[in-house]
């Protein structure tokens, strides 16, 4: 059984089908957006012939993380 990747670099990076599977995959591991974690930021990093979105989150302690997700499977697709 494979084992869930972390998010927590590229190499790490979770594979989603939509930019709704990143937001419910953040809930599901941090809580509620707006309670729990706020966006800071939210950007495209391309590698090679795949694209990752990168999002940095800031806990409500004030801890920042960095989680990395493939969207190649649907990145420029309509």
Do not use: C, H, P
């Amino acid at each position: 059984m494979e084992r869930e990747k972390s998010g927590e670099s590229i190499e790490e990076a979770i594979i989603v089908e939509s930019i709704a599977a990143e937001y419910e995959y953040l809930e599901r591991k941090f809580g509620e957006r707006g309670k729990n974690w706020e966006l800071d930021t939210q950007s495209l990093v391309k590698k090679g012939n795949k694209y990752y979105d990168r999002i940095d989150l800031k806990l409500s302690d004030g801890t920042r993380k960095t989680i990395y997700f493939d969207i190649t499977a649907f990145f420029g697709k309509r």
